[in-house]
C-alpha cells in the first residue's frame, strides 16, 4: 500500500533527515511546495505562468493555484503507486481544509500527518552552532562538525561564519512564525484522528522506527 503523508515540523528539527529514511524504506515520493514551484515556472506549464505573473507582481500565490500544483503531482501515475510526502504544504487551516477537499474529490486517502517536535531551545543550539564558509558555501557545526582548522573552511581555506538565518535572535523569530502558522494545522489533522506526535531530537533512526511503528499501527 502506498504511504501518503505530511510531515510538520520547525526549522532544524531534521525534516530532511526523515523524508529521506521514510522515501528510501517505504517507497512515497517527496513532493516539497518549493520544489514544485520552481519546477512548474521554469517548465512555463499553465499553472507555472499564473503562479509567475502573481509572483512577478510581488502577491501571494493563491492556494487555490498553490493546490492544483501539489495535485497535479499527486495525480501522476508514479506518485499514485509510491505514495507521497507533502513538504512545506499545507500551512495554514484554509490550504489543509482546501487539500482536504481536493483530496476527497480524488479519491485519495490521507494515512497521517506526522508532526516531528524538538524543543525550542534544543533546535537554537542546533542551528546556531551552524557555520558557512564565505566562499564555497560549505556548512559546519561548532560541535557536531568542526572545520579542521579553527574558523577556516576545510574545502578552500576562507573564513567560515555564523550565517545571517542563523542567528539565535533570527531563528527564535523563525520558529515564532512557524509556530503561529502551523499549530493551528496541527490541531486540524488532530481533530480528525491523523496526527502523529513525535519528539524529534533522538538519534534519526529511533525517530524513524516509531514514526513507522505508529504508521503501521
Ligand atoms: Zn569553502
Known amino acids: 500500500m502506498p504511504v ?15 523524508s529521506a529514511l521514510i ?23 499553465d499553472l507555472g505562468e499564473l503562479a509567475k505573473s502573481y509572483i ?15 495535485l497535479k503531482r499527486i495525480r501522476t501515475s508514479e506518485v499514485q503507486q509510491r505514495g507521497f510526502i507533502l513538504d512545506g504544504f499545507p500551512r495554514t487551516v484554509r490550504q489543509a481544509e ?42 559546519y557545526h561548532r560541535i557536531n ?7 577556516f573552511c576545510d574545502n578552500c581555506n576562507s573564513p567560515v561564519i555564523i550565517r545571517e538565518d542563523d542567528n539565535p535572535e ?9 509556530r503561529e502558522n502551523t499549530a493551528p494545522v496541527v490541531d486540524h489533522y488532530a481533530t480528525q484522528g491523523k496526527l502523529i ?12 522506527s516509531e514514526i513507522k511503528d505508529k504508521l503501521i499501527q
Open 4 to 18: 501518503r503523508l505530511i510531515l510538520v515540523g520547525p526549522p532544524g528539527v531534521g525534516k530532511g533527515t526523515q
Open 23 to 45: 522515501e528510501n524504506r517505504l517507497g512515497p515520493k517527496p513532493l516539497s511546495s518549493g520544489v514544485i514551484f520552481r519546477a512548474e515556472i521554469d517548465a512555463q506549464t
Open 56 to 70: 512577478d507582481r510581488g502577491e501571494l500565490v493563491p492556494n487555490g493555484v498553490t493546490i492544483q500544483m501539489m
Open 98 to 139: 482546501a487539500l482536504d477537499e481536493e483530496l476527497k474529490k480524488a479519491q485519495i486517502e490521507l494515512d497521517a500527518v506526522v508532526s516531528l517536535e524538538v524543543e525550542d531551545a534544543v533546535i537554537i543550539e542546533r542551528l546556531s552552532g551552524r557555520l558557512g564558509c564565505t566562499k564555497c558555501g560549505a556548512i
Open 145 to 151: 562538525k568542526p572545520p579542521k582548522r579553527d574558523g
Open 170 to 178: 533570527t531563528i527564535r523569530e523563525r520558529l515564532r512564525v512557524f
Open 197 to 208: 506526535r513525535v519528539e524529534a531530537s533522538r538519534d534519526p533512526e529511533v525517530v524513524y
